[in-house]
């Protein structure tokens, strides 16, 4: 499934740091060579999972429900 990531944007610093956006707001800064690894994947990989993963954006649903949970709602 291989497209254009919903949400997510990135932009190459001048200093070659790789800044990642959801929904326009700063996500991750990636640098040296995980910048270079991400320039090189977002391209070959699905560019949404590979984003979310790296700004840590795939974990709601069932973990964001979870805070309500009578077990853990004084954590």
């Not at 910048?35 to 649903?61: C, K, W």
């Amino acid at each position: 499934m291989s497209g254009t990531p919903e949400g997510f944007t990135h932009r190459l610093r001048k200093n070659g740091d790789v800044e990642l956006l959801h929904h326009g707001r700063p996500a991750a800064v990636l640098r040296g060579a995980a910048a270079a690894r991400f320039l090189i994947d977002v391209d070959s990989d699905d560019p949404q999972e590979l984003m979310a993963r790296l700004t840590g954006n795939y974990r709601h649903g069932n973990e964001r429900t979870a805070k309500e949970h009578p077990r853990n709602r004084h954590r």
